[in-house]
């Protein structure tokens, strides 16, 4: 089993970068596929990107790609989401996720263990 507590959320202006982080409990972090999601109020809870065990592997929504980055440092059992050129449409609470099987994937269903979120409010 692994805990997962995001931080860095915040508000920022449009435009502006945001790094958040997930810090994993437990000595099997490294086998575990990592993926971020967010929700926005009254909306479905979205996939935005997703790494694969080793980091090897990524996935990314289309409306982030090429803004967002995922990466993880499993010496730190971390992982990262960097996020620039940030919209107000990327205002949200981001969740991160670990699938036991190590894999990324879009899909929730496919990640076990969930984080509490973190609120990132992006002003226009």
């Known amino acids: 089993q692994v805990q997962l507590v995001e931080s860095g959320g915040g508000l920022v202006q449009a435009g502006g970068s945001l790094r958040l982080s997930c810090a994993a409990s437990?000595?099997?972090?490294?086998?575990?596929?990592m993926g971020w999601f967010r929700q926005a109020p009254g909306k479905e809870r979205e996939f935005v990107a997703a790494t694969s065990w080793s980091g090897d592997i990524t996935y990314y929504a289309d409306s982030v790609k090429g803004r967002f980055t995922i990466s993880r440092d499993n010496a730190k059992n971390t992982v990262y989401l960097q996020m620039n050129s940030l919209k107000p449409e990327d205002t949200a609470i981001y969740y991160c996720?670990?699938?036991?099987?190590?894999?990324?994937?879009?899909?929730?269903?496919?990640?076990?263990?969930w984080g509490q979120g973190t609120q990132v409010t992006v002003s226009s």
């Open positions: 437990g000595r099997t972090f490294s086998s575990y596929g």
């Open positions: 996720a670990a699938n036991p099987t190590g894999r990324g994937s879009r899909r929730t269903d496919a990640f076990g263990y």
